[in-house]
């Protein structure tokens, strides 16, 4: 944080700035669970707007990597052992 001098380091996507605004959140550029460090490269302070957008990213991200990982091929429908041929 006292690097970032307690400012928001997202990049906004119009103009290339810094978004600027009061920080409190410590951030993983790369969450922990895609396999980013705790390297202070991988971390930068956002301010509370940032930080749930990103937060509600990330959670999406994992819902779907989720989704993958249970997803099953379809299996080929065996006939009842009653069902008339």
Known sequence: MNR??????HV???TGELC?????????IVP????G???PANLRALCDWHVLRKDAADAGRARRR?????WQ?????RPHPGEVR
């Open 12 to 14: 906004r996507y119009d």
């Open 66 to 70: 989720a989704a993958a990982q249970r």
């Open 37 to 39: 460090s705790d390297d």
């Open 32 to 35: 922990a669970s895609e396999g």
């Open 73 to 77: 091929p379809a299996r080929t429908r």
């Open 4 to 9: 970032d001098a307690w400012r928001c380091q």
């Open 20 to 28: 600027g605004e009061p920080a409190r959140h410590c951030d993983h």
